[in-house]
């Protein structure tokens, strides 16, 4: 079992007029699930069981991986000075060369947004006196060829100079509705097999599929983090985008009905 394939299905099964009560756990070969609150869930199916039927409830995990093929880069641009005044021009004529350079390797207005700027004092000394001015100004980036990603980063460190941070940087898949279906088919396969096995060691069959609910949460972009302002400015930085992968958790409640005797 690899470590990226690794789930625990939880199991009760609860034997309605008997009184008997039998959890269990079992371990599957499947994705962990995120642990972030469910997001996204699909209504349970309708409940076609009877009331005092004996039912069995399980838990399924499954996954799916692609290769991403969008990147997000936050950036930005740290200056300070002993004014707010300077600070805050020298900061905006960075920032319009780093956008300008931006815009020259070929991304567009729509993938550029300003997502943060800041102005504030910086302290110093025993008694913490305003000693300087920093201004911080935040730029999105999205990028869709992931080759120009090294590139792009690069120029941005040469457009801003030593004002350069390289906040972090996301791999993402664009459209993940397929790979979700696939980790969620996966999961529901996992479920539906464990029940049959913990039918089958209580002498029973599973019958109607009472409930199926999605508790996956909604996939999230893989983010790395970089160093202190102006680290980004070695040639050819490396960017590998490595697999993306999306994980599913759902909860299914079958009836149990008496096996079959083998004829």
Same mark, same amino acid.
């Given at each position: 079992?690899?470590?990226?394939?690794?789930?625990?299905?939880?199991?009760?099964?609860?034997?309605?007029?008997?009184?008997?009560?039998?959890?269990?756990?079992?371990?599957?070969? $499947?994705?962990?699930? &995120?642990?972030?609150?469910?997001?996204?869930?699909?209504?349970?199916?309708?409940?076609?069981?009877?009331?005092?039927? &004996?039912?069995?409830?399980?838990?399924? *995990?499954?996954?799916?991986?692609?290769?991403?093929?969008?990147?997000?880069?936050?950036?930005?641009?740290?200056?300070?000075?002993?004014?707010?005044?300077?600070?805050?021009?020298?900061? &905006?004529?960075?920032?319009?060369?780093?956008?300008?350079?931006?815009?020259?390797?070929? /991304?567009?207005?729509?993938?550029?947004?300003?997502?943060?700027?800041? /102005?504030?004092?910086? *302290?110093?000394?025993?008694?913490?006196?305003?000693? &300087?001015?920093?201004?911080?100004?935040?730029?999105?980036?999205?990028?869709?060829?992931?080759?120009?990603?090294?590139?792009?980063?690069?120029?941005?460190?040469? $457009?801003?100079?030593?004002?350069?941070?390289?906040?972090?940087?996301?791999?993402?898949?664009?459209?993940?509705?397929?790979?979700?279906?696939?980790?969620?088919?996966?999961?529901?396969?996992?479920?539906?097999?464990?029940?049959?096995?913990?039918?089958?060691?209580?002498?029973?069959?599973?019958?109607?599929?009472?409930?199926?609910?999605?508790?996956?949460?909604?996939?999230?972009?893989?983010?790395?983090?970089?160093? $202190?302002?102006?680290?980004?400015?070695?040639?050819?930085?490396? /960017?590998?985008?490595?697999?993306?992968?999306?994980?599913?958790?759902?909860?299914?409640? *079958?009836?149990?009905?008496?096996?079959?005797?083998?004829?």
């Amino acid at each position: 079992m690899t470590t990226r394939a690794r789930a625990a299905v939880l199991g009760s099964l609860l034997l309605a007029g008997t009184g008997l009560a039998v959890s269990s756990s079992i371990v599957g070969p $499947a994705a962990v699930a &995120s642990a972030a609150p469910a997001s996204a869930s699909l209504v349970p199916a309708a409940i076609v069981c009877p009331t005092n039927a &004996s039912t069995v409830t399980v838990q399924g *995990y499954g996954s799916a991986e692609a290769q991403p093929n969008e990147l997000t880069i936050s950036l930005g641009v740290q200056t300070q000075s002993s004014t707010a005044a300077v600070a805050l021009s020298t900061n &905006s004529a960075k920032a319009n060369a780093l956008i300008a350079k931006l815009e020259a390797d070929g /991304v567009t207005e729509q993938d550029l947004q300003t997502s943060g700027l800041t /102005v504030q004092p910086v *302290y110093t000394g025993p008694k913490q006196l305003i000693t &300087s001015y920093q201004v911080v100004d935040n730029v999105t980036v999205t990028l869709y060829d992931l080759a120009e990603a090294g590139k792009i980063i690069d120029d941005a460190a040469s $457009a801003a100079g030593n004002a350069i941070v390289v906040n972090s940087i996301a791999f993402s898949v664009k459209d993940d509705t397929a790979l979700l279906g696939q980790a969620r088919a996966a999961a529901v396969r996992q479920a539906t097999g464990q029940a049959q096995v913990m039918a089958a060691a209580a002498g029973m069959s599973l019958g109607h599929l009472c409930s199926l609910v999605d508790n996956s949460s909604e996939p999230s972009p893989v983010s790395f983090a970089s160093g $202190a302002p102006g680290k980004a400015t070695a040639p050819s930085t490396p /960017v590998q985008p490595g697999e993306e992968q999306v994980t599913a958790n759902v909860t299914a409640v *079958y009836e149990l009905v008496a096996a079959t005797p083998a004829s």
